[in-house]
Every structure is written in C-alpha cells, then in structure tokens.
C-alpha cells in the first residue's frame, strides 16, 4: 500500500456566509496524477490554494508528507511547485530571468542555478526563447515557462490549475506528455481541469461541485458505476429530439453525440421498454438503440446534474460511494 | 535564515522593471535635476520686486519730485503715472496694478508750512505677503525722504541758531545731536550670511523631490504584483517577507540614491550651494531615504490596486509638501499644526540638513531628527512585511 503524500479530513473554507470548500475529504498517494474536476467556482481554486498555504483553512485539517498545510506552509513550500490559473510570470523579464529569479526565490543553491535553469529550459523546449520577454510568449510556451518556473527547485509535488485551459491541442500534448515524465520520475501531480479528456488521463480523480466532493475514483472505477446505464438513441430529427427526450420525467439528461442522444435517465431500461410499447411523439422518428460504454464527460455530467446522489459521509478516502 | 541570494534575486527583478519602463526611467533622470532646477530658481529669491504701481501726482512741486524720484529708485515698485480724481474711488484691478498713490495738491506747502498732509496710499490686499511689503516700502522711503529733508535742513541753518545752541547745555546738546543722527542697529549674520534664499531652501526642494518620487515609485510594487498575480507566486516561494522588503527596498535606494546626487550636483553646480560634512549629510539621506522607501512600500502593502496605491501617497504627500517647512520655516505654523508635521519624514530631513549645512551643527543636535528617521525607517518596513504576511489570511 503507497503511502499517502496529501490527506485532506473535512477541510473547509468559508468566504463570509459561502462555503467555497465545504469539508473536504482526500487522501492522495505518492506518484499519483489526481485530477481534480469541478465547474467553475465548484471550489478547485480554493482547495489548492489552501493546499498551498495561501489562503487559511476555516476549519479541517490538510497534511502534506507529514506538515501541517497551515502551520507549516513556510516548511513546506520548497517542497512543492505551483502554477496558478491565471498566467503570473513577470512579463518584463526574460524566459532566462524569470528563471533565475524563482531559483533565486526558491533557495536553488547559487552553484546549481545554471545547471537547472538549462534543464527545465531542455525539458521545456524553450532553449531558442531563453532571452526573449515573458510578456511576449504564445500562451502555450508562456504556460510551458510558468511550469519551468514551479519545477527549477526539482519538487516531489506539482499543483497545476488548469494548466491547458484556452491552448491549441499541440500545447495541451506536451504539458500532458510533460505531466507523464514528471510522475514517472516520481513526482506527485495535482491537477484541475475543465476538459474531460483530461481526466480520463489521471491516475485518480476527484468531482468537486459546490464546494463539496461527490466522487473520487480512478477513472475506470467512475466509469463503472454507469455501465450498462448508458443507453443512446437514434432519433430523426435529432435536434428536436434533444430538446423533447430532455423535457421527459425521469430523464437527467440527453446530448447529442455522433448524431446519437446519449441519454442519463434514473432507469432507463423501463424507458426504453415503455418506448417499446408505445414511441410517444409522433413527430419524431425512432430508428434504434445502443447501450454505450460511458466516458468521463458522462461520469461528469451524471455527477454534475446529481444523476448520482452520492451518501456524502461516505465521500473518504479512496472511496467510491454513490448510489444509482 | 535571510538567503542573500534570495535578497539579490528580487532586487535584481526590481531594478529590471524600473530598467526596462522606458518611460519611467527618463522620468527618473531628468525630472529631479530639473525641478531643482527649476524650483531653485522660483525660490532662489524671496524678495518681492517689479509690483506694478501708480502715481498721481497731484501736487508737483520739487518736494513732490524728490519724493517720487526715491520711490523710482526703489527695485520693489515698478512705476507708471496716472491721472485722475486724487480724492474719489481708485481702482486696482482693472488698470493692472497692485498699488497706487496719489501725493496730494499742497503736500510739499504743507511740509514746509508745519502742516505736513498724509500720501493717499490704495493697496491690492489679494497677496497678503505682498501688500504689508509694498506698504513698508512706501513707509520706509517716505522715512528716507523726511531724513534727507531734515539733514538739508540742519545743514542749512543761519549760523545764529548753531551759536544760540551753543549755549544749551551740554547734555542738552549731546541728546540734540544724537536725535539729528539716524541710529542704527550693526547687523551680523551668521549662518547663512548672504542671506541666500536658495541656501535655506534647497533642502526643501531635494528632500519633497525624493519623498514624491520614492513614495510613489515604490508604492506601486507591491499591489502590481498582487494585480499581475505574481505576488501568490512568490507566496508559494520559500521567500520570507523580510526578503521581499529588503530585496524591494535595495534597488530604490540606489536610484534613489542617484537621484539625491543629481539634484545635489545642480544645487552646487548651478546655484552653488555649498555642502557642509558630507558624511553626516549622508547619513541624514540614508535615513529619509529609508523612511520614506518604507512608507511606500507599507502603503503599497495596504493597497489592494495601483490605482489606490497612488491615491494614497497623494493622499499623504500633500500635508507633507506644505506642512513639512521645505519652503518655509515650522515656526511660521501654528502649534497644534506643528505636532502633526513632526511626523513627517520630510520635516526631520529638512530640519537636520539645515542644522548640518546651514548651522554646522554636529551628531549631537541632530541626533532626535535621525533617530525619528531610523525608527520610522524600521516600523514602515516591518509594518510591510507584517502586511505581506498576512496577505490572504
């Protein structure tokens, strides 16, 4: 059993009267990616900044190795890399000076300085932009350095906030690639991210909506619970179809895929038997079914429109718990 | 443990992005030295000259003429003629005068017949520095005028009223004469004994220069990277906010530094101001200079926005330009007024240049005016790191 590198017990943190993060519980493990899926304002933001001892947790405990997240945030940030959200280099600084300066900023040894800032350049791939300005970077190669900087003191635990949000598919390739190497060298990455895909790609991920966690699993664990659910009809037109199937009770959702409509309904096998007996819009033309392997958009859809009702006391550690 | 590295790193980033602002930078080498230029040169003089006024004179007579050509002598007045009704309502304003005049008909007759008639003298109360000026002027002349009248008077005497005062008594006599001399007061100045105005001021100008350029210099710092985002970054660095300080601090110091030599090189060059133990005014700088690094930094540490970063330094810098006495001195304030401005830096930074330079003063009557600079220097910077600490808490 791996040990676990970051165990979060009902952490929480209020703004005023709303609870960003409404206690949280996680425990990830050493070398893991763990991705960590949510809306917008669900409370991803919050949970890493907590993790990274920028905001105060309201309540709860969160231990990263065996530190405090709070107490010991001074210890623990040469331990880990951060990249935030929002792009946060020094745009009137060079590729090669940002550099320096966080390896100044994070107590790399003056000796080895040159040695690291050439390799995360190498690693990178931005050796031919060394001396040119930050500020003038494509977005790609501007997330590329923000990453170079948060890894220049060679750290065991990576936080990206949505590190391939608004880049073109090359871009999102290679920092995945990147993410890969960096776990196979054993560093533990956590990351938040809109594009479903992407969680697919983690070795564990967690559903945050509200402030609160409804899932964790492994993406195949997720994927489980919805199989033999999934059920997807070919209606003409398709379009109208949507828009009718979706207004039908007992039905979650409906979204056209490949010009069939996927459909999360609470049980659709009675559904489609009903359909069986009697089609009951006449306007639309039903010309067959599928059941469909799930993938992660629908683990997350289900989630999202509370297909699921996970038990949230339930909701620990590496727990699955939810019930259909 | 405070990493110099660390420390290095971030000034070398500061100084980067003061480098790098093209705009900023050209505004920083040539502003000072040419508002000490410039300022120097508004308050190189304090006199008051050139106030135009006129004259009607309505008696002309020789006593009339003699009378006007001393006041025409005079640098403070710039003269005109004018004609008009000696006793009805004068105007200032509109013919482009601050004073006027009018000698009345049978002022010299009346002079000579013991009947002496006052001058009708019309003020512009607008200026308050200028008016009480032009009518000490006019007093003082008028003075002049009746000194000469009665050195011709005595000078021309028949000769049976020097031998009738003869025979007065000696005491008599003494007192007599001594009331024809005029008496005088023998004046020394010390310190600054050209009573050059530029000498005073200069302090002033240099020390509202820096205190305006550094205050709003730094005070931007902070907030920008909490706008830009780069400030989360650097809280997630192992950098302590004692680092962040001094590695903000250093590299305005020696542009701020370079700024004091710049503003001093015109004070000497051009107005040739002379400077006075180099050390100890060095010493002074170094203080002020930190001070007021300090306090923008620890605006710039309370500041959400670089908007609201520059409204409150404006905010604090205005008291300080017109109580701090850069231009004129404390003592001209009332009490009350006076306590506030002793909190300023810019005040204890005038008040021991001026003891240094004008006074030669030593250490010792100094030393309240540094310790107030050194202790502000540390609470401002530490106030920041505190704030910087607890930034998201």
Known sequence: MPESLIVLKNLSKRFGKKKAVNRISISIQRGEIFGFLGANGAGKTTTIRMLCGLTKPTAGLGTIGDLNIWKDRFRIRSRFGYVPQKFSLYSDLTVGENLRFFAGAYRVPAGKIRDRTRKVLCDMDLEQRESERAGSLSGGYKQLLAIACALIHEPTLLFLDEPTAGLDPTHRQAIWDLIYELSQAGTTIFVTTHYMDEAERCTDVGFIDGGRLIAKGSPRDLKEGLKGHLLEVQVEPAMTAMFELRKLPGVFGADLRSGNLRLQAEDPDALLHSWQIHWPFPNLKFLGFNWVEPDMEDVFQAYSRGYYRPERDQVEAGQLAYKL | ?393
């Open chain 2, 1 to 393: 443990m405070i990493s110099w590295n660390a420390i290095l790193a971030i000034a070398y980033k500061e100084f980067v992005h003061v480098w790098r602002d093209r705009r900023v930078m050209l505004l920083i080498v040539v502003l000072p030295p040419f508002f000490t230029f410039l300022f120097g040169h508004a308050f190189a003089n304090s006199t008051i000259q050139d106030v135009p006024a006129m004259y009607f004179d309505a008696d002309n007579t020789e006593q009339s003429q003699a009378f006007l050509a001393l006041l025409k002598g005079k640098d403070i007045f710039d003269w005109r003629p004018w004609n008009g009704d000696p006793e009805g309502k004068i105007e200032l304003f509109p013919a482009g005068v601050e004073a006027a005049i009018v000698i009345p008909k049978g002022w010299g007759q009346g002079l000579r017949n013991g009947d002496p008639k006052p001058i009708r003298g019309v003020l512009d109360g607008t200026d308050t520095n200028t008016a009480p000026s032009v009518q000490g002027a006019l007093q003082e002349t008028l003075g002049d005028y009746q000194g000469k009248q009665r050195d011709d008077l005595i000078s021309n005497l028949p000769d049976e009223v020097i031998d009738l005062g003869k025979q007065l008594p000696p005491e008599i006599r003494h007192q007599f004469s001594s009331m024809m001399t005029p008496w005088d007061v023998k004046i020394e100045t010390l310190y600054n004994p050209n009573l050059l105005f530029i000498d005073y001021v200069l302090p002033g100008i240099v020390g509202l220069i820096l205190q305006l350029i550094t205050v709003t210099l730094i005070a931007s710092t902070i907030t920008r990277e909490r706008e830009v985002g780069t400030l989360s970054q650097l809280m997630v660095t192992p950098l302590r906010q004692t680092e962040i300080v001094i590695g903000k601090v250093l590299p305005y110091l020696v542009i701020s530094m370079f700024l004091i030599a710049s503003t001093i090189a015109v004070g000497s060059l051009h107005f040739g101001v002379k400077f006075h133990q180099p050390l100890l005014l060095s010493i002074t700088c170094l203080l002020f200079l930190l001070f007021s690094l300090g306090l923008g930094l620890l605006i710039s540490a309370f500041s959400r926005t670089q908007t609201q970063a520059i409204q409150i330094s404006i905010f604090f810098l205005l008291p300080v330009m017109l109580l701090s006495g850069a231009f004129a001195p404390l003592s001209q304030l009332p009490r009350p007024v006076r306590i506030v401005s002793e909190f300023f830096p810019l005040t204890h930074f005038c008040r021991a240049f001026r003891n240094v330079n004008l006074h030669h003063s030593h250490m010792g009557a100094i030393a309240g005016d540094l310790a107030f600079l050194a202790v502000g220097a540390i609470v401002t910077c530490a106030g920041a790191s505190y704030l910087l600490r607890s930034i998201d808490e």
